[in-house]
């Protein structure tokens, strides 16, 4: 059972409604972590407005990848459940790829440099070298492209700390860090 109340939709506050209705188009559901989250107002806008930027960067395999990679490496259960159906279902990675994804690799050797230097980032806390800023330029990512990693990385980074803390109850296949 979470630790964070997990509300239904009409119980959330009213200026999170809009927002939860808006992910229930898209999606078909809500996921509990959004719900969690809609208990803030400011923290749901906030997250959807940069889930929804950060959908028009990187294609949606990257960012999955790095979401697999990320969760693992956080520990977060729900977020390796739910990226492990999103990344199956949604991006068609293969089961293979998501097993290598959770090891912070890729199959692909761009992808595998920028979810490598993603979990470099996490398991560093940003304390990189130049040689490993060089290695994810050298697999052709600008440096813009780097901070959408960067970005992806951060998204990742929240959603895993709040599901870790609120022990938010898995509403996908469930999976479990190694």
């Known amino acids: 059972m979470s630790r964070l109340t997990v509300p239904a939709r009409d119980d959330v506050p009213e200026a999170s409604k809009p927002i939860l209705d808006a ?3 898209q999606i078909g559901v809500v996921p509990n972590m959004f719900r969690l989250i809609a208990q803030s107002p400011a923290a749901l806008q906030g997250f959807t ?3 929804g930027a950060l959908a028009k960067t990187l294609d949606v ?3 999955e990848r790095i979401a697999l990679a990320i969760a693992q490496a956080n520990g977060c259960d729900y977020c390796l459940s739910a990226h492990s159906y999103l990344g199956l279902n949604l991006a068609k990675i ?3 790829e998501v097993a290598l994804n959770r090891k912070g690799l890729s199959g692909d050797p761009k992808a595998n440099a920028a979810v490598s230097f993603a979990v470099k980032v996490v398991l560093e806390r ?4 130049d040689a490993d800023v060089k290695a994810v330029r050298a697999a052709g990512f600008s440096d813009g492209q780097i ?3 960067l970005a992806v990385t951060a998204e990742n980074i ?8 609120a022990q938010t109850d898995i509403d996908f296949p469930v999976v479990h860090a190694a």
Do not use: D, Q
């Open 23 to 25: 992910v229930h188009k």
């Open 49 to 51: 407005a940069n889930n």
């Open 61 to 63: 395999k990257t960012r």
């Open 94 to 96: 293969t089961p293979e």
């Open 126 to 129: 940003g304390h990189i070298s």
């Open 147 to 149: 901070v959408e990693i």
């Open 158 to 165: 929240f959603t895993n700390l709040l599901n870790v803390v």
